[in-house]
């Protein structure tokens, strides 16, 4: 006789995910990841905002 294995949603084998972190290292990783990412979107939106006053400078003044 065979045996099944059915695993229920949102259960997932570990094979598909790799090494499991630990859920404090996931979570400081998460905390840079989402600082990091927000502090250069300001910078590429600093940018963006000085380049375009750069770029219509004449049609301001």
């Known amino acids: ?3 099944v294995c ?3 949603p949102g259960i997932q ?3 598909s995910r790799g090494p499991i972190l630990n859920l404090a290292l ?3 990783i998460l905390q840079v990841h989402r600082w990091t990412g927000l ?3 300001l910078v ?3 940018l963006a905002i ?3 006053a750069m ?3 004449s049609q301001l003044e």
């Open 1 to 3: 006789m065979s045996s």
């Open 6 to 8: 059915i695993k229920g």
């Open 13 to 15: 084998s570990s094979d």
């Open 26 to 28: 996931r979570k400081t």
């Open 39 to 41: 502090t250069l979107g």
């Open 44 to 46: 590429a939106v600093f």
């Open 50 to 52: 000085t380049g375009l």
């Open 55 to 57: 770029v219509f400078r």
